[in-house]
Structures are given as structure tokens and as C-alpha cells.
């Protein structure tokens, strides 16, 4: 049977607020943010991020294309071969 006793407030972690980046890509397309591998499917895929700059790489159609976001918490941000625009509520 579970404890009845709580757990002090001091040892409960809280997640930290992300952004997500949301990927519409051409079938065959590849994506890295801060140099780890997006898996996609079909294109499309989505990945959380810490708040803060990261790092976007796109190799679509053999071309490679780098691109700097400023991610803010609980914001989307679609990424499309050509550019990241935040998504609006």
C-alpha cells in the first residue's frame, strides 16, 4: 500500500517552459537542431527547446540552409524550407 506521507515541496522539480518547433519539410528532407538529428516523418515532425538561440540546419533537395531562432516560452514556431516564423495564437 502507497505512503500516505507527502513529498517535501523542496524535492519536487518543476519543468523548465519550452518552445516548440514545428517542421513542414518536403518528404525528403533532413533537419538537425544544435547539431542533434530531427527524425521526421513524411516532413513533418515536432521538437521542444529550451527558451534561448538555437541553431536550425534544413538539407532539402541537396541544398543546406542554416537558420538562428530565438525561441520565447510557450511559443510555436513552424519551420519551413525557406524560413521560421513564430505561430500565432
Known amino acids: ?3 500516505a506521507v ?3 515541496l523542496g524535492d519536487q522539480t518543476v519543468p523548465y517552459a519550452s518552445g516548440l518547433l514545428l517542421f513542414k519539410l518536403p518528404t525528403d528532407a533532413e533537419a ?3 547539431g542533434v538529428p530531427i527524425g521526421l516523418s513524411d516532413g513533418l515532425g515536432i521538437h521542444a527547446v529550451a527558451p534561448g538561440r538555437h541553431r536550425v540546419v534544413l538539407r532539402v533537395s541537396g541544398k543546406e540552409n542554416e537558420h538562428t531562432v530565438t525561441v520565447t516560452p510557450h511559443r510555436i514556431f ?3 524550407p525557406t524560413t521560421i516564423l513564430p505561430t500565432e495564437p
Open 1 to 3: 500500500m502507497p505512503s
Open 6 to 8: 507527502p513529498v517535501p
Open 32 to 34: 538537425a537542431v544544435d
Open 78 to 80: 513552424t519551420v519551413t
